[in-house]
Nanobody, 124 residues
Framework: VQLQASGGGLVQVGGSLRLSCAPSGRTISNLIVAWFRQAPGKEREFVAALRWSPSTTYYADSVKGRFTISRDNAKNAVYLQMNSLKPEDTAVYYC??????????????????WGQGTLVTVSS
């Protein structure tokens, strides 16, 4: 599954951005889709995941209450709405997907399909 991530950019503290992730060549149906991020000099970390069935979302504690992962079946896309952005949210954001549920959904090692990354910069 090839994934296309987009929507990054420069935003001020407290601002919002929406990232998009769309698979090419197949539907998002039944995919487990997650967002990860990687700041300079740091390891890639889990941000959010969406399970198709049952429809369930998961978030890292650091973004809970500020970020929302959702899907749009008609547009065949998964989104990450990011509100109340902080400087520590600055990173390259990646979407990833897998076909089957894993209890280790928060681990990058569980995903073999990755988008190219989109840079989010939060300025103070």
């Amino acid at each position: 599954v090839q994934l296309q991530a987009s929507g990054g950019g420069l935003v001020q503290v407290g601002g919002s951005l929406r990232l998009s992730c769309a698979p090419s060549g197949r539907t998002i149906s039944n995919l487990i889709v997650a967002w990860f991020r990687q700041a300079p000099g740091k390891e890639r970390e889990f941000v959010a995941a969406l399970r198709w069935s049952p429809s369930t979302t998961y978030y890292a504690d650091s973004v809970k209450g500020r970020f929302t992962i959702s899907r749009d079946n008609a547009k065949n896309a998964v989104y990450l709405q990011m509100n109340s952005l902080k400087p520590e949210d600055t990173a390259v954001y990646y979407c990833a997907a897998r076909l089957h549920w894993s209890v280790a959904y928060y681990s990058p090692n569980q995903y073999t399909n990755w988008g190219q990354g989109t840079l989010v910069t939060v300025s103070s």
